[in-house]
């Protein structure tokens, strides 16, 4: 019965979401305010109906209601709860639901938090998400509907994809979801603006918290996905140039060169067309992202089941959302005003650079992973485009963002300085060519993971070279009497800024220490001794153990440095007998910032197991790295500059004073 | 500087940023890309030797030979024509005889394949998608034969 409610309530949700994207906008179109004040409370009634369908499903799963084909498929009884409550999203309809589910959240979320917004963007903005919701909505309700009964229930399910049964399910979807989808709401504010045809920076303040939390979302959701396949797929890799990788990495780097630029509109009021711009493409690379992984075209652990028809359905919402958009913005974008000069060497100037590197790297990884698509849909030819293409192309690219960021921080906006930006990086560059020197001679190796680990202690310290100046002015006892004072003055967002630079630079310290790990793939026997880096591992014994709905075999290996034990671990190999399936498990020990990983095969029939080591130094900072980037938009969020107050008094302002001439 | 002369700044940079990236994209695509064949392509179309490739089919069953060490052999077919594959590493978790499978690596000059990665699918219902192209390429597969389990899709 539960189970019925749930459709009936998305069929609603649909209803709901065809009102919306017609009635807020004839309201702002007559100027009729009680028209667009419908928005809102639809918006909120719309998530209501959508969370409880959510629930509905997630009931079924954790009851194990088998008369359902999604739990059948995907779920057995023996199935730990939380992989009950996680496999809700761990399958094609599921995962839809969780989609569209988080679309609702964002709507809700401008219905319940923009109180202070112009009424007729707030109307224009809940009218293009509705828009979205609709269209995603009937893709649900026509060609994948999580709610299909069974006529026949069978007495037990298929089990969820042992791949999938992991923490990382309950965490990596729903956090890559809020910064994927997210970023519809930019989308929306663009679409709203270009209908409106106001586009200043009271636009660009509005906007920005909402890219920002989405950004947030991203990092995190993409840094949790990368370590969940690092540590299962036993591979010890963390990074694959996957094309559903790129999927997520895509809207991240253009949602990254937005934020940037958002940044220049608001403070300067430049760059507005392109700032328009940018927010279609974040959401329209999600869009594309859901596109590839959830169409089928791409064999993944992500493409659960493919069906032709549902790729062609997602193909025609792409087609309509980003033509539709794009249409919208050639339309309107040509009557926007010029904006504030600036000259090339200044704070905007470095961001435009920024933006121009960012998307560029994002339009390298595009070609790379559509190109293969566009090839065999073509001549039938079937290629591959893998990690050497994107070291040629993404990585140089990418590799100059890092050298500019410390010195766009130091540049005034306007006219900035190069020379004096350099200066004040002297400590930085110091620290960089220092950590080069001493990394060489101390390490040796590689050069390219010298020459990278020098560029990430300058990024890490040059990150906090501007607040650091800003704080200790003068010198001597007074300067840091003083600084305490001055760091609470200082906006967040300054903070946030150095924080987010600097948890990139650590992970790309932690990335070019992986020129200095070990790998060995041997066979061993109990008893057997393995060196690995600084490591000596023994491998103790082979022992069965019986999980919930698994049955494994763990290896418990010791390790020991120069005879002191430090950690033992147990990698695994699992078999799920109702999927009649493998999987590994990676023994990891974290050792500092670096880790011992170990993985193990099958036992052979002299009763060896063939077994893969590896040593990776600070590979830990990779993630970490993503968490202090995480950790600076949240403190740019909390700025005060971000919070409702002071975005009402400025469009108070702004509306209250004739804009000047420019 | 005049506002013009600003935006011939801008609009260099960032030709000069897009010529680059073409350029970088040119090169790469040349020599970084790597055909995905069959077992039958590959002996209709008889690449170079040392040709990076990707080749997939099934694991024939009853071929898989384990050698000492970590090596093993193994043939993929696709019920027409066969290769035999060499590989020293750990074998995925989902490799099977009677599986599919994708290969990457060269062909060497014994016509032997030698293979640097290996990889199963990721669910035991499916059948990676290259390498059921392949299979059906040569008629062996059908649209839904292993679609047993999945009565609602």
């Known amino acids: ?662 | 500087m005049t506002r013009k002369k600003r935006r011939l700044v801008l609009i260099s940079s960032a030709l000069l940023t897009l010529s680059l990236a073409v350029g970088l994209v040119l090169f790469a695509l040349r020599d970084n890309i790597v055909f995905f064949y069959g077992p039958s392509e590959l002996a209709q179309k008889a690449p170079q030797p040392g040709t990076r490739l990707r080749i997939g089919g099934l694991v024939k069953e009853g071929s898989l030979k384990r050698l000492d060490g970590q090596s093993v052999r193994f043939a993929v077919t696709d019920m027409k024509s066969e290769v035999e594959v060499a590989y020293t590493g750990l074998l995925p978790d989902l490799f099977k005889e009677g599986q599919g499978v994708v290969a990457e690596g060269a062909l060497g000059e014994d016509h032997v394949f030698r293979a640097d990665s290996v990889l199963a699918k990721h669910d035991e219902r499916y059948m990676p998608r290259d390498v059921a192209d392949a299979l059906k390429k040569q008629g062996v597969w059908q649209e839904g034969a292993q679609q047993l389990a999945s009565p609602g899709k």
């Open chain 1, 1 to 662: 019965m539960i189970v019925e409610t749930g459709h009936y309530a998305l069929v609603l949700a649909l209803a709901l979401a065809l009102v919306n994207s017609v009635l807020p906008i004839w309201g702002s179109v007559t100027g009729d305010r009680r028209l667009m004040a419908v928005a809102p409370s639809v918006a909120l009634m719309g998530f209501g109906l959508v969370a409880y369908a959510f629930f509905a499903l997630t009931y079924a799963h954790v009851a194990s209601d088998f008369s359902l084909a999604n739990v059948v498929e995907n779920s057995h009884s023996a199935k730990p709860l939380i992989y009950k409550i996680s496999g809700v999203w761990g399958n094609h309809e599921g995962s839809m639901l969780l989609w569209v589910l988080v679309l609702a959240l964002f709507a809700a979320a401008v219905a319940l938090f923009s109180s202070s917004m112009p009424d007729d963007l707030r109307a224009n903005v809940l009218a293009v998400q509705s828009w979205i919701a609709s269209a995603f909505l009937l893709f649900i309700l026509l060609t994948s509907n999580p709610f299909a009964r069974l006529a026949n229930a069978p007495a037990e399910g298929n089990d969820l994809n042992p791949l999938l049964q992991d923490p990382g399910l309950a965490i990596h979807p729903p956090l890559l979801y809020l910064g994927y989808v997210g970023l519809s709401i930019t989308y929306s504010f663009a679409a709203a603006a270009l209908i409106s045809g106001r586009i200043d920076a009271v636009f660009a303040r509005f906007v920005r918290p909402w890219t920002l939390l989405a950004w947030i979302c991203l990092t995190l959701g993409i840094a949790m996905g990368s370590y969940w396949a690092y540590y299962t797929l036993g591979w010890g890799g963390f990074w694959f140039w996957d094309p559903v990788e790129n999927a997520s990495l895509m809207p991240w780097l253009a949602a990254t060169a937005l934020l940037h630029c958002t940044a220049v509109m608001e403070k300067r009021e430049a760059l507005k067309i392109w700032t328009i711009f940018l927010a279609i493409l974040a959401f329209s690379l999600s869009l594309i992202g859901t596109f590839l992984v959830r169409s089928g075209v791409l064999t993944s652990v992500h493409a659960f089941a493919s069906d032709p028809q549902r790729g062609i359905f997602i193909l025609l919402i792409l087609v309509v959302f980003i033509g539709g958009s794009l249409a919208l913005f050639a339309w309107r974008a040509g009557g926007l005003k010029q904006g504030g000069l600036f000259a090339p060497v200044s704070r905007e100037g470095a961001l435009v650079l920024n933006n121009l590197l960012l998307t560029t790297c994002c339009a390298t990884v595009f070609i790379g992973t559509l190109y293969p698509l566009a090839l065999e849909a073509l001549t039938g030819e079937k290629i591959s485009v893998g990690p050497p293409f994107f070291n040629l192309t993404f990585a140089p690219l990418f590799a100059p963002l890092f050298v500019l960021m410390p010195i766009g921080q130091n540049l005034a906006w306007k006219r900035g300085d190069f020379f004096g930006a350099a200066q004040r990086l002297i400590v930085a560059i110091g620290a960089g060519l220092i950590a080069m020197l001493a990394l060489a001679a101390w390490r040796g190796g590689p050069v390219v993971s010298v020459v990278l680990s020098g560029l990430a202690i300058y990024v890490i310290v040059g990150s906090f070279a501007d607040l650091g100046r800003r704080l200790f002015v003068g010198g001597g006892a007074t300067a840091i009497m003083g600084a305490g004072q001055r760091a609470l003055r200082l906006p967040r967002q300054a903070f946030g800024t150095a924080f987010a630079h600097a948890g990139l630079g650590v992970t790309l310290l932690g990335l070019a220490a992986t020129g200095w790990g070990a790998e060995k793939i041997t066979a061993l026997r109990p008893g057997d001794e393995v060196e690995i880096g600084p490591y000596q591992l023994t491998f103790e014994s082979v022992q069965p153990r019986a999980g919930p709905n698994f049955a494994e075999r763990i290896g418990r290996t010791a390790i020991r440095s120069s005879g002191v034990l430090i950690a033992t671990i147990e990698p695994s190999t699992r078999f799920y007998p109702a999927r009649k399936m493998n999987r590994s498990e990676a023994g990891i020990a974290t050792i500092g910032l670096g880790q011992v990983y170990m993985s193990i095969a099958d036992v052979a029939a002299n009763g060896s197991v063939n077994a893969r080591v590896f040593w990776k130094p600070l590979v830990s900072l990779i993630w970490i790295g993503a968490l202090i980037m995480a950790f600076g938009g949240c403190l740019s969020l909390s700025d005060r500059g971000f919070r409702i107050g002071v975005a009402r008094r400025a469009a108070k302002a702004a509306a209250s004073s004739p804009q000047p001439a420019e």
